[in-house]
């Protein structure tokens, strides 16, 4: 009998993101019920599927090999407490299942009793009851003779709902897993999910959200204290609770930059450094928030950085290079002004006048160069030198997500520090098959646009057509406006077409 899975928890074991299985969906390739899809289908769809490729396989076996190395089992498992219960949940679902299984087995001994019983007083139905007796006798040898591959996706769907919690969101029904020591509100945001928070830390309430089917436990301290009312309904907070079953939860989400506030946070330098030995005209400025005071933002968007205190004369508007999902440390790739006064922050910085353990104003965010919302398009990136500091952030944010079934990366370099961040690059497009990435050369910004464009619309009529795409562009301005144009005079929808000038 094949079991039903959630699309996340089926794309966890096959190995795929959920955007490929997504896509073989919409093609017809993989049948859903409410969202689920079966055991059987799912190895229909995916038939050179081997359990032992799997990273679900691997984790699994990864988990047992260190079971006693007590700081592994720390990360990769739930506390004690959360572990007994679901073994509790497991155990008592397997109780079930004896018990409809002893239920069958008499009713099939009644069945053969019966059949011989019918054959003795009715010498007349012999033959057919001899028959079915053998259909009958068939039947019992060809399921208890079984070992379908599919038996073992379903033990591995059970293996992992002992380890990890499956979650839904209502209303906009994302869905996402949780493992190990992971509240609610920090798989959510690793996952790519804009939940509503604040503090992160449980003094601000903003993070309450209503469990509507199964079971969660407070896992951090919280001085936030929600109203006898709000916990008759089921309310949580998000960032104090990790759930112990599968739940569904009703929870506010960001639609885009219009639902995220405006925050001030006085951060601090974790360090300024050449971004890699050989691009010494790029800098790396690490910050990181206060634990109780987090930088809500959406991938992509920018941040006003300024002195603490005496901010006014010396401050900047930077993107965010890493993903909101690590709403701690923030970091940001600071280009060496080619002008005497074009950006007096960054001359500052490589002057060397931040140090580690500096205090410095962070407000914002900015912005809307974000991820479409709702939009599963194959995503083409184009960047033009530091315009790969808020794409950086965006394909961090799209591979959480896991629901776009392709990522081109197309980045184009004009100055001496190139493809400063090349290898993280490549090792992208090696780890995923949906993840392509193309480096480019070209004197200037403007002749490398319009290359760029080009090179777009060569790849992406190879695989489809321009118009089910979505295109972000960044860089400087130059950049954006030759590729714009080559790509609008190509036929590029203006809606799918995102525009970010560093
Ligand atoms: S984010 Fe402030 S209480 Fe949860």
Known sequence: MSQRLTLSRAAHIVGV????????????????????????????????????????????????????????MERVLPSSQILAQRLFAQSQELGELRHHLQGYHQLVLALRERIAQISAERPALQVEMAALGEALERGLAAVLGSSEPSDNIAVMDDMLKVITAHVTVRPSGREFLVEGHDTLLRAGLSSGLALNYGCGNGNCGLCKAR??????????????????????????????????????????????????????????????APINAAATDTLLLHVQTPRSNRLRFLAGQS?????????????????????????????????????????????????????????????????DFTLAAGSSRPIV???????????????????????????????????????????????????????????LTAPDAATGGLSTARAICAGVLASGKLGEHDVYLSGPEAFVAAAAAELAAAGMPEAQLFLKVI
């Open 381 to 439: 990136f184009a960047a033009c030198d530091t315009g790969f500091s808020p794409v950086n952030s965006l394909i961090e944010h799209a591979l959480a997500v896991d629901a776009v079934e392709s990522l081109s990366l197309y980045w184009l370099a004009t100055r001496s520090d190139g493809h400063y961040r090349a290898n993280q690059c490549r090792a992208w497009a090696e780890a995923l098959d949906h993840f392509h990435y193309f480096p």
């Open 17 to 72: 993101s959920r955007g490929a299985l997504q896509r073989k969906m919409r093609e017809g390739e993989l049948p859903s019920h409410d969202g689920m899809v079966s055991t059987v289908d799912l190895l229909r769809a995916y038939p050179d599927f081997d359990l032992e490729d799997s990273g679900a396989f691997e984790r699994v076996v990864r988990v047992k090999e260190e079971a006693f190395g007590r700081r592994v």
């Open 211 to 272: 469990v509507v089917t199964g079971e969660v436990r407070r896992v951090q301290h919280c001085d936030y204290v929600l109203s006898e009312a709000e916990r008759l309904q089921g309310y949580v907070l998000l960032c104090a609770h990790s759930p112990v079953t599968d739940v569904v939860l009703e929870a506010l989400e960001a639609q885009g930059p219009e639902d995220i506030p405006e925050q001030r946070i006085v951060a601090r330098v974790k360090s300024v």
């Open 303 to 367: 941040l006003t950085l300024a002195l603490a205190g005496d901010g006014r004369d010396c401050q900047a508007i930077y993107t965010v290079a890493s993903c909101p999902c690590d709403d701690r440390n923030l970091h940001f790739h600071v280009a060496r002004p080619d002008h005497p006064g074009e950006d007096v922050f960054a001359e500052m910085l490589f002057a060397g006048g931040l140090k580690s353990g500096q205090e410095i104003m962070l407000w914002g965010p900015w912005g």
